[in-house]
T-cell receptor, first 113, second 114 residues
Framework: GNSVTQMEGPVTLSEEAFLTINCTYT??????LFWYVQYPGEGLQLLLK?????DKGSNKGFEATYRKETTSFHLEKGSVQVSDSAVYFC????????????FGAGTQVVVTP | IAGITQAPTSQILAAGRRMTLRCTQD?????MYWYRQDLGLGLRLIHY???????GKGEVPDGYSVSRANTDDFPLTLASAVPSQTSVYFC?????????????FGSGTRLTVV
């Protein structure tokens, strides 16, 4: 079956540090991949996405590249801010799954001044 | 403001009681979903609806039921609540055929069953 595996948190960083959150997946076919962000007390928001191999999604300084050979979609940001403190979820959607997303467990990121 | 409204925001419920969580969207999205969020488990799909009048079971449907009488509303009912249903519940929607634009999520309902 499908699965999404994320690195466990919390990840604690200082402001302006480099952030990487690892995400790997298992799925048949060619899934679409997503990163969602959840700020404290809020619902999830779409951060970025990639729909085919080698696509790079980017938004708000975050980037992730769809690597089919390693079945990965790692999230990166070059210089984090305190406002990036949140929980980040990797998710996939199989092309035949009628739109249903499958989420990873989430990674909490804490950025300190 | 276009989006999803969930109610209530939070609730403490006695075990054995019946409870309906409400979800309304104003974007005319045809697909809607209910997820529960539990620490260390991420979000797990409870039920979904691809279009008004149809529903389907997700990963963890037991103890929950849904209905989709119209496009906008997708209530989730716990017929007889149990403590293991303590969780944060999120409703979401998407446009069928454009799922790669992602889901829109509500702000969640925090439910505590005691």
């Amino acid at each position: 079956g499908n699965s999404v595996t994320q690195m466990e948190g919390p990840v604690t960083l200082s402001e302006e540090a480099f952030l990487t959150i690892n995400c790997t997946y298992t799925a048949t076919g060619y899934p679409s991949l997503f990163w969602y962000v959840q700020y404290p007390g809020e619902g999830l928001q779409l951060l970025l996405k990639a729909t085919k191999a080698d696509d790079k999604g980017s938004n708000k300084g975050f980037e992730a590249t769809y690597r089919k050979e390693t079945t990965s979609f790692h999230l990166e940001k070059g210089s984090v801010q305190v406002s990036d403190s949140a929980v980040y979820f990797c998710a996939l959607r199989r092309s035949d799954s009628w739109g249903k997303l499958q989420f990873g467990a989430g990674t909490q990121v804490v950025v300190t001044p | 403001i276009a989006g999803i409204t969930q109610a209530p925001t939070s609730q403490i419920l006695a075990a054995g009681r019946r409870m309906t969580l409400r979800c309304t969207q104003d974007m005319r999205h045809n697909a809607m979903y209910w997820y529960r969020q539990d620490l260390g488990l991420g979000l797990r799909l409870i039920h979904y609806s691809n279009t008004a009048g149809t529903t389907g079971k997700g990963e963890v449907p037991d103890g929950y039921s849904v209905s989709r009488a119209n496009t906008d509303d997708f209530p989730l009912t716990l017929a007889s609540a149990v403590p293991s249903q303590t969780s944060v519940y999120f409703c979401a929607s998407s446009e069928r055929g454009n799922e790669n634009y992602g889901y829109t999520f509500g702000s969640g309902t925090r439910l505590t069953v005691v």
